[in-house]
């Protein structure tokens, strides 16, 4: 499965992006999504993750009812919402997917290229 990730962006803290991850080249409905993110510096890290059905979307703690995931199967698109965005969750984030889920780095085989987020102080 090929991904896409768009939506990214410069924004003042308070303020609010929704990411999208399109996907494309096998059934989309197959995969479980991650979103990620890697700030400058510091090693890459798990925001949060959904189920193939979209039932069971979680996401970490450090981005609880700030962050929630989605996706809808019948676009072959998975979202992030973010909201409340604090300086300190400037990163490029990445969806990326694989069959059987996991909120480690390693659980994930397909990645898309990344989408800059910078939120301003």
């Known amino acids: 499965v090929q991904l896409q990730a768009s939506g990214g962006g410069l924004v003042q803290a308070g303020g609010s992006l929704r990411l999208s991850c399109a996907a494309s080249?096998?059934?989309?409905?197959?995969?479980?999504m991650g979103w990620l993110r890697q700030a400058p510096g510091k090693e890459r890290e798990f925001v949060g993750g959904?189920?193939?059905?979209?039932?069971?979307?979680y996401v970490a703690d450090s981005v609880k009812g700030r962050f929630t995931i989605s996706r809808d199967n019948t676009k072959n698109t998975a979202y992030l919402q973010m909201n409340s965005l604090k300086p300190e969750d400037t990163a490029v984030y990445y969806c990326?997917?694989?069959?059987?889920?996991?909120?480690?780095?390693?659980?994930?085989?397909?990645w898309g290229q990344g989408t800059q987020v910078t939120v301003s102080s």
């Open positions: 990326a997917a694989n069959t059987r889920g996991g909120s480690r780095v390693s659980d994930y085989v397909y």
């Open positions: 080249g096998r059934t989309f409905s197959s995969y479980y």
């Open positions: 959904i189920s193939r059905s979209g039932n069971s979307p």
